[in-house]
């Protein structure tokens, strides 16, 4: 997909191999104050490297499962350079809450086992909260570069991934679970409705759907 706007052109596509590290970067940055994760990776100030540190390897363990299922990682590019990233899977996919054993193992040793746990134990309330979606596409992460935030570019993403899902006829739509009211406003802008309220570690948050056209 093309997003041509009066004085720029943008690219959402697949993102290529060497533009990973640049991914995961982007998303440190846009999850490193996220509600839901500080309490689950045990953040403080006292304990902050080891929390990032912990927060680094979750992320770099996620995009290489991602990665290695072929699950989408889609990217918004400006001249030819990674802006924005979005991570998707399918429901239908073999990338469950339950991971595989191997990649438990990585987590639990970098991020904690009950930090592991507590993951996979919201990952698979959530997708028991979407069952009656049949098969749906899932918004896991989606990262813009802080230096072009308030410039539309997570829009033109969310918009590129519009082609994803009326691209497979099997797909009922797409889910996401955010926690913080601006983003529920974003995504509600962009046609995503409410479908439930969830807590984990009492930190509230909103189901959304929206559903293929």
Request: proline share 2%.
């Amino acid at each position: 997909m093309t997003v041509e706007t009066e004085n720029e052109t943008f690219r959402v596509q697949y993102i290529a191999a060497e533009d990973i590290s640049i991914a995961a970067s982007l998303i440190y940055q846009a999850y490193h104050d996220d509600p839901l994760l500080q309490p689950m990776l045990n953040y403080s100030e006292a304990n902050k490297a080891v929390y990032e540190k912990k927060l680094r390897a979750l992320i770099r363990e996620e995009l290489s499962t991602f990665w290695q299922e072929k699950q989408p990682l889609i990217g918004l590019y400006k001249n030819d350079r990674l802006k924005a990233v979005a991570c998707v899977f399918e429901s239908s996919s073999q990338l469950q809450a339950q991971r595989y054993w191997h990649w438990r193992l990585k987590l639990m040793l970098s991020a904690g086992y009950l930090q592991t746990n507590q993951l996979i134990e919201k990952e698979q309330t959530i997708r028991n909260a979407l069952a009656a979606q049949g098969n749906y596409y899932f918004l896991a992460f989606i990262a813009v570069d802080p230096h072009f935030h308030g410039e539309g570019l997570g829009r033109h993403l969310l918009r590129g991934l519009n082609d994803l899902v009326s691209g497979n006829p099997a797909a009922s739509g797409m889910a996401v679970f955010v926690t913080q009211d601006k983003h529920t406003a974003f995504f509600a802008s962009e046609g995503f409705v409410h479908l439930q309220q969830l807590t984990f570690n009492n930190v509230q948050g909103e189901l959304l759907f929206k559903s293929a056209q």
